[in-house]
């Protein structure tokens, strides 16, 4: 490696990574909150299990159908004007969750359905984010950096739990300001990051290398040179139309094995705090307990990306975690015990957060430009399917049953699946390999 690649990528790392962690930091924050709004408001609202884990996994239904429209339409108009959008809707969406009871009244919707609609428009408002900055990251780093940027970016996943889950859990104590429950004023509080951002991201992102003057122009030249000759590399093996990737028979493949590590992440997050309660803790301490399988993910992600790149490897590297998620939480059924369920957990957390990173290089060793962001967004969009059906398969279950062990082996089953599926397709590493360099 020479030292213009070092320096080009260490430049672009520092100026992009640290700031889309933090915009996915909140993004996901956003997303995931209702969990822990879920401990008291639940209660005030009236919502049953079933409810809870039907409205927020709804989300996800609206993230589908919106999830392609929205890369392509990234694509064409550019990251930092479709994002800041995203982060704008999303964030002002996000803050009337807190409003849901007025809402409510006013419209003659019930708490209940109130609590679908807003969920519905937040999915809509927030679909495209994720991977549309997944395909971002294609038009600035070479294949041989992807898993460990990946895994960078992604780990505000788990962070946003490891910080933002004590904050919330001191979020709920806050009754009583201006007649607002705790829970209202999580989301309040947690939603104005979001509005403030979108204005950052308007002005701080570039949409491409050729673009960026913050580079040295030698440093632009070689970026520029070695993501175009990448894709020409990938082009002659094959060039996908945005048609022909909607129904590839590879895609729609990659597209079920992140839908079963997909279930297995929001399948556990959002009733992970329930569990925890279980144990018979209050609520401070139910949110900083529920936050310790995030802490391991978090080291997961950032490592087992890293070793990917290193090694050179992608299917196993995403297979084997995916068994190890499982088997975490399969194990977690076993014991009665809150250390060993949390012990479980953690083993858990590893296996679905290190799989993440290394996964989202598979795609995007195959497929270019504008097939290459309708590719990613109908992964994603199918794989946040099980965003939907494993909160509401877990909320019904527990419903029915009384407890969460038929959720919890539902979640390791589609894992185990997730995990066969992946070793099956197969991958190959020739297209990540650096290509020979122009001749001039």
């Known amino acids: ?94 803050g009337l969750m807190a409003f849901i009871p007025y809402i409510a009244r006013a419209t003659g919707l019930g708490n209940e359905n109130t609590f679908y609609l807003i969920r519905v428009l937040l999915g809509a408002a927030e679909a495209g984010f994720f991977p549309g900055i997944i395909f971002y990251l294609t038009l600035w780093f070479p294949a041989m950096y992807r898993a460990r940027i990946v895994g960078y970016f992604m780990a505000a996943i788990p962070l946003s739990t490891v910080i933002g889950a004590p904050i919330s859990g001191l979020l709920l104590y806050l009754h009583g300001g201006l007649g607002l429950a705790g829970w209202q004023w999580l989301f309040i509080i947690e939603a104005v990051p979001a509005i403030i951002l979108s204005v950052f991201v308007f002005f701080y992102l570039t949409d491409r290398p050729a673009d960026a003057t913050w580079l040295a122009a030698d440093e632009r030249d070689w970026l520029t040179e070695r993501l175009g000759l990448e894709q020409r590399q990938r082009e002659a093996v094959r060039e996908y139309t945005v048609g022909q990737v909607l129904i590839n028979p590879r895609v729609i493949g990659l597209s079920l094995v ?20 279980t144990f018979g803790l209050n609520t401070f301490l139910t949110t900083v307990v529920a936050a310790t399988p995030y802490v391991v993910g978090t080291i997961a992600m950032v490592w087992w990306g890293r070793r990917s790149d290193h090694v050179r490897e992608r299917r196993y590297h995403t297979a084997i975690p995916l068994f190890i998620a499982a088997a975490g939480i399969a194990a977690s059924t076993l014991f009665d015990d809150p250390t060993l369920r949390m012990i479980s957990f953690c083993v858990a957390g590893f296996g679905i957060f290190a799989c993440l990173p290394v996964f989202w290089t598979l795609p995007t060793a195959f497929l270019t430009g504008a097939a290459c962001a309708a590719g990613v967004a109908v992964i994603n969009s199918i794989g946040n399917l099980a965003g939907f059906v494993g909160p509401f398969a877990m909320g019904w279950i527990r419903d029915h049953t009384g407890s969460y062990t038929g959720g919890l082996l539902l979640l390791a089953g589609l894992g185990i699946i997730a995990m066969g599926t992946v070793l099956t397709l197969g991958h190959d590493d020739t297209l990540e390999r650096a290509p020979a360099p122009a001749s001039h």
């Not at 080009?8 to 700031?19: D, N």
């Not at 609206?62 to 392609?68: G, K, L, Q």
């Not at 556990?268 to 329930?274: D, E, I, S, Y």
């Open 1 to 94: 490696m020479n030292t213009l690649e070092t320096n080009t990528i260490a430049k672009v790392s520092s100026r992009l990574v640290p700031f889309l962690i933090i915009c996915y930091f909140v993004a996901y924050l956003d997303r995931v909150n209702v969990g822990f709004a879920a401990l008291t408001m639940n209660e005030d609202l009236g919502l049953s299990q079933t409810a809870f884990g039907f409205g927020a996994g709804i989300f996800f239904i609206a993230y589908f159908i919106f999830e392609v429209p929205s890369n392509l339409l990234l694509e064409r108009f550019g990251a930092r004007k479709w994002i800041a959008r995203i982060m704008l809707s999303w964030g002002i969406l996000s």
């Open 258 to 277: 992140y839908f079963g590590a997909v279930a297995t992440n929001y399948g556990l997050g959002f009733f992970l705090p329930q569990i925890v309660k």
